[in-house]
């Protein structure tokens, strides 16, 4: 089985700029999260979709949005990028509708704000 | 509001020596307390997890002792190899309400030395 796919791996983009990254999730796994993770802060959530539905979402700015596809599938979207949003983003699947489902994370996508 | 505080912050084991790392929760919400294993360049591997009603769990090397009148739990890893050689994270899963979210604590970077 497939595992979570992650793309871009890498990203350059300039303060100002958006930026849109994209999460293919296990199959099966309807729940799709996602966590930036920094040296100083660690890993932060950012927002869970279950079924195009976002059912909870962290302590981030309205420039942090998602979204997910009938087919599972999300996106990140970061707009009016700032040097301090350099981080690994990370996406994770899971079940999201039973007890006791660890989530299953992706390599990530390495963003970097020039 | 660090929700789960993870210790030590760096670890250094000879081969075949026991690694031990704790952590402490404050939120009575989790459910479920995972363990995931990253190396660089890669995302959080999940290694192990344990529920609150059960005390203690082991899959192979690596064992997870869980204290919930306390709000404490560990990771032991039995005969460590240079391979272990990640950094670490505990987390807590809050999967109430039709939510899944994952509290991180802030990571331990384990180094076994041949």
């Known amino acids: 089985k497939a595992g979570v796919t992650q793309t871009p791996r890498y990203l350059i983009k300039t303060r100002g700029q958006q930026v849109t990254l994209s999460c293919s999730p296990i199959s099966g796994h309807r729940s799709v999260s996602w966590y930036q993770q920094t040296p100083g802060q660690g890993l932060q959530f950012l927002f869970e979709y279950f079924s195009e539905t976002q059912r909870n979402k962290g302590n981030f700015p309205g420039r942090f949005s998602g979204r997910q596809f009938s087919n599972s599938r999300s996106e990140m979207n970061v707009s009016t990028l700032e040097l301090g949003d350099s981080a690994l983003y990370l996406c994770a699947s899971s079940h999201g509708d039973r007890d006791n489902q660890p989530q299953h994370f992706g390599d990530g996508t390495r963003l970097s704000i020039l | ?114």
């Open chain 2, 1 to 114: 509001q660090q929700q789960v505080k993870q210790s030590p912050q760096s670890l250094i084991v000879q081969k075949g020596g026991i690694s031990i790392i704790n952590c402490a929760y404050e939120n009575t919400a989790f459910d479920y307390f995972p363990w995931y294993q990253q190396f660089p360049g890669k995302g959080p591997a999940l290694l192990i997890a344990i529920r609150p009603d059960v005390s203690e769990k082991k899959e192979g090397r690596f064992t997870i002792s869980f204290n919930k009148s306390a709000k404490q739990f560990s990771l032991h890893i039995m005969d460590s190899q240079p391979g272990d050689s990640a950094t670490y994270f505990c987390a807590g899963l809050t999967s109430g309400a039709g939510s899944y979210q994952l509290t991180f604590g802030k990571g331990t970077k384990l180094s076994v030395i041949p």
